[in-house]
Each structure stands twice: as structure tokens, then as C-alpha cells.
């Protein structure tokens, strides 16, 4: 039998179930999380947690089978608790989430032949294919999509897929071709060594997608590494480095002729639990490093160290994207770049979007709900 009963002393009712499982919860907490202060299409609250004291207490309790009744001193108002829902709510307990996909990270032995990857098609139309795919994509950060039609609506077809698209100060979408003009290296046919793109914006995006139309120059291979090996690695090995680029905010800056877009921030951001959430890296847009003389010795020591790190081939997957490819990737986790190419020799034209983590982890639990 379940019991409830009254602490006074701590503010919260016990309940014991048979098994031996038992949970504290404290008398705020089940008056502002009553059931019928929420809205019954919504979901949402619409209790106002002002209208009751902050020392609300119960009446009394009342356990019949799977209910637990309260009625309140202040208020007057009775609410009604399933006790599977206080069970699975117990104070400390986090909602379970199937969007928290632990990253594995890998190094150069990821072999490209091995990434995960799906069909157009299948992404389109089959649900539990495409929960896979997304699932294999927040272990690794880097997944591929293959067989697009052949035009710029197919991969974003794709993206929407997943989320909606971020725009940006380059737009909703964008096409990577070396232009004349260009107001990013990118549309160069230079090389592009290995980055995070817009490491200057307050969030960069997340999820980054690109769909090859054309890859027929000469070069023009893309390189991937994953940052939280190589974060996980200069911990290992030179835990110095490791927490100047944890704890030291640098400038980094875009801008052209409509935009200045700025931010500081650190290339290594941890989690709460000291785990490695993005990494920000981004040798075009850093912007001109504003530290005091004296930090900056020890910050150029560590900076380069993940530098140096980032170009050793242990680290890189590199392959040639064909058209009908779409590779996503995660830009806060993976570092991108390409090999120069040769646009005299064939045209070489990627287009490109992003999808925010959120929105990607929203389609991953929204897809496991059935
Ligand atoms: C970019 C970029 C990669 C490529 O547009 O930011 O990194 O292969 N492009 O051209
Ligand atoms: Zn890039």
C-alpha cells in the first residue's frame, strides 16, 4: 500500500511506496504543480504561484489506491495526484530525454564509408529511419544524407526535415561558390582550414547542412575533426592549455558592408558537469586578440596547442563530397574546411543551411513518442 504523511518540521509530504521507494515533496512545490493549474489542451501552466503564501501548508492528506488528495489551508482548493506521476516527478529527478544522446567522440579512423548515413527518400518518409539517423548524428556530430534530387529545394526539403532553418546574416540559405566579391573566405576557392562557422554570433548555429550540387574542379576536398576529441585530448595532455581555452573569452568579429557582428567568447565552453558542450574556433573571424600583454603569452601557448592539434591527420576525415550529398554536422562540436580547388578546371557549388540544436533535439523527441 502507498502512504502519504505530513512533515511538518521539513515542509513536505512523505510518500512511501511498497517496493521501498520513498520521496519528499515540498508543500509549494505540489500546490504550484496541482493538475488543475495547468491547461487541459496546452499543458501549460496557468497557476499564478503569487496567489498562494510562500508557507502554504495542507489540511489534509488522503491516499485511495492510485490518488493522492490534499486539501489546502489557505486556499481552500483541493488537489488530486496520481502517485505513478509524483513517482516519476520525485524532487531531484529529471524528466527522462531522448534528445540527451551522449557524443562518442572519434578521430581520423572514422573511416567516411562509416558515417551514418540515409537516403533522401527514406528521411522523408520513414520516421523511424530518420529517428536513427538522428540519434547516430548527436553520438557522432557528423552524419551524411545521400541521393538528393539535384537542386537547391532538395536539401532543404531535407533540413526542414529535421527543423527550421536559422538564418543568418548570410540568409536563410547559402551557396558556396567562389564569387567575385566574396565578403567571406568561403566563397573563395581558397583553402579553408579547419572551423567552426560563425564563431562571432552570440549562438552559432548548431546544425550545419551541406548539399553538394557540384564538385567537379580540381580539389575541393572537405575535412572534418571532431572538437571534443581534440578537447578531450589537450586535457590529457596539457590540462594548462585545456583551461585557459576553458575560462578565456577572445574577440571574434564578422563584418561587411550591412553587418558588425560581435562576440567574446571562449573556444572550449563546458557544461555543468565540466563536459565539453561547443567548441568555438574560427582563425578567419577571430577577431584582434584584446587581451592584456600579460595573459597573452599563456593564451597564444594554448590557442595554438588545439591549433596544432586540429592539424595533425589523427584528427581528420577527409573525402570528396559528390553531388546528391548532403553532409550535417554539428558546427558547435565538429571543425569543418575544404582543400583549395581550381574553378578553371569544373564548377564546385555547395548549398548550404543550419538547424538549431534545440530544433533538432525537439524532431529527436518528438519522433520517439511513438
Ligand atoms: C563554409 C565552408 C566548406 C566547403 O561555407 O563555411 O566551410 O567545403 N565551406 O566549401
Ligand atoms: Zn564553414
Given at each position: 500500500m502507498i502512504t502519504a504523511s505530513l512533515r511538518a518540521e521539513s515542509g513536505t509530504v512523505h510518500v512511501a511506496w511498497p517496493e521501498g521507494l520513498t520521496a519528499d515533496y515540498p508543500y509549494l512545490w505540489l500546490r504550484d504543480n496541482c493538475p488543475s493549474g495547468f491547461h487541459p489542451q496546452t499543458q501549460e501552466r496557468e497557476f499564478d504561484l503569487l496567489s498562494v503564501p510562500e508557507t502554504i501548508a495542507p489540511r489534509n492528506l488522503e491516499i485511495e489506491g492510485?490518488?493522492?488528495?490534499?486539501?489546502?489551508?489557505?486556499?481552500?482548493h483541493v488537489s488530486r495526484f496520481d502517485t505513478t506521476w509524483l513517482k516519476a516527478?520525485?524532487?531531484?529527478?529529471?524528466?527522462p530525454d531522448p534528445a540527451a544522446v551522449p557524443a562518442e567522440p572519434w578521430r581520423g579512423d572514422l573511416a567516411a564509408a562509416s558515417l551514418p548515413r540515409m537516403s533522401a527518400d527514406d528521411m522523408l518518409t520513414r520516421d523511424n529511419a530518420l529517428l536513427d539517423w538522428l540519434n547516430a548524428l548527436k553520438r557522432t556530430g557528423i552524419a551524411m544524407v545521400t541521393e538528393l534530387a539535384d537542386d537547391q529545394e532538395a536539401g532543404l526539403t531535407a533540413a526542414r526535415r529535421i527543423g527550421h532553418l536559422r538564418e543568418t546574416n548570410f540568409?536563410?540559405?547559402?551557396?558556396?561558390?567562389?564569387?567575385?566579391?566574396?565578403?567571406?573566405?568561403?566563397?573563395?576557392?581558397?583553402?579553408?582550414?579547419?572551423?567552426?562557422?560563425?564563431?562571432n554570433q552570440e549562438l552559432p548555429p548548431g546544425f550545419q547542412f551541406l548539399h553538394c550540387l557540384a564538385n567537379d574542379a580540381e580539389g575541393g576536398g572537405s575535412l572534418f575533426a571532431d572538437g571534443y576529441a581534440i578537447a578531450e585530448d589537450l586535457k590529457a595532455q596539457d590540462r594548462e592549455a585545456y583551461d585557459i581555452l576553458a575560462t578565456t573569452k577572445i574577440p571574434f568579429r564578422f563584418h561587411d558592408r550591412e553587418s558588425d557582428i560581435r562576440k567574446h567568447d571562449t573556444v572550449i565552453r563546458l557544461g555543468a558537469g565540466g563536459t565539453v558542450e561547443e567548441i568555438r574556433f574560427n582563425a578567419h573571424l577571430a577577431d584582434i586578440l584584446d587581451l592584456p600583454a600579460a595573459a597573452m603569452r599563456d593564451f597564444y601557448r594554448a590557442y595554438r596547442a588545439f591549433m596544432a592539434l586540429s592539424r595533425q591527420e589523427r584528427y581528420i576525415v577527409s573525402f570528396a563530397l559528390g553531388s546528391g550529398e548532403m553532409i550535417a554536422f554539428d558546427?558547435?562540436?565538429?571543425?569543418?574546411?575544404?582543400?583549395?580547388?581550381?574553378?578553371?578546371?569544373?564548377?564546385?557549388h555547395l548549398h548550404g543551411c543550419y538547424v538549431d540544436r534545440g530544433d533538432l533535439d525537439s524532431r529527436i523527441r518528438v519522433l520517439s513518442r511513438t
Open positions: 492510485e490518488t493522492l488528495t490534499i486539501s489546502w489551508t489557505n486556499d481552500n516527478h520525485r524532487p531531484g529527478t529529471q524528466r540568409g536563410l540559405t547559402f551557396n558556396v561558390v567562389s564569387k567575385p566579391n566574396p565578403n567571406n573566405l568561403a566563397y573563395t576557392a581558397h583553402r579553408l582550414p579547419l572551423h567552426t562557422d560563425l564563431a558546427n558547435r562540436r565538429v571543425l569543418h574546411g575544404r582543400d583549395a580547388f581550381d574553378p578553371a578546371t569544373g564548377r564546385r
